[in-house]
C-alpha cells in the first residue's frame, strides 16, 4: 500500500518538475522560424554555391588554376577581330573580351567551397551565393554549366576563325613569296671602275730613286 502512494507521488511530481519547464519557455521569444517560408540573414562571407557571371567573364582560367580540386573545367578560342564576344564585347568594368567561352562547368559535387576561385578573378564574375540548399537524384544533377554559347553558336564561332587563320597564312605566304622574288638592290654587285691616271715626273723620279 505504501509503495503505491509512492509511484502516485514520483509521477506527478515527474510530470510537474516537466509541465514547470515547459511553462517557463511560454513567455519566452520563439528561437524557431517557420522554414522554408522564413530565412535567417546568412553572414556576408558564408561559402554557399557558386555562380559565374558570364557577361564578365573574360576567359582567363584563373579560377580553374587555383581550384585544389579540379572542379572547373573552361575551354575558350580566340574570336576574330572585329567580332564581338558575349553581348557588348566588354565587361562592366570596361575590360575587353577576346576570347570566346563554349565551355564553363563547375562540378559541385566536388567542390569544397574553398572560395579560392573567387579571389584571382580580375572581373569579379565568380562569386559566392547565399544558395545552399540544392538536392538531386544523380551526380550529373551536381554538373552546373554556365557558358550561354549553343552548340550552333561554337560551330559557327569556331569556323569563322578557322577561315581568318587560313586567311591570314595565305597572305603570309604570298607576302614571304613576292619578297624572295623582289631583287635588292642592296645585294646586287657593284662595278668599281678605276680609272688610270699617268704618273707624274716626281713619282718616275721616286721610283729611280727606290730601285
Known sequence: MKSY????????SSIMAGMKI???HIPQKSVTIQ??????????RERNRIFVNMDDCIGCDQCAKACPVSCIEIETFKAVPGDIVGKTGVTSNGKKKALFVPKFTIDFAKCCFCQLCVFPCPTDCIY???????SVFKRDGLIYEFSDMTPEMTIEKKKKLAE??????????????????????????????????PKTEEQKNENKTES
Not at 522554414?35 to 556576408?44: A, G, K, S, T
Open 5 to 12: 502512494f509512492k509511484n502516485i507521488y514520483q509521477t506527478l
Open 22 to 24: 515547459t511553462f517557463s
Open 35 to 44: 522554414y522554408p517560408e522564413q530565412r535567417l540573414q546568412l553572414p556576408e
Open 128 to 134: 559566392m551565393t547565399d544558395v545552399f540548399e540544392y
Open 164 to 197: 581568318y587563320q587560313a586567311e591570314q597564312e595565305r597572305k603570309k605566304a604570298e607576302a614571304q613569296t613576292s619578297k624572295a622574288s623582289t631583287p635588292k638592290e642592296e645585294s646586287q654587285e657593284k662595278i668599281v671602275q678605276i680609272e688610270l691616271k
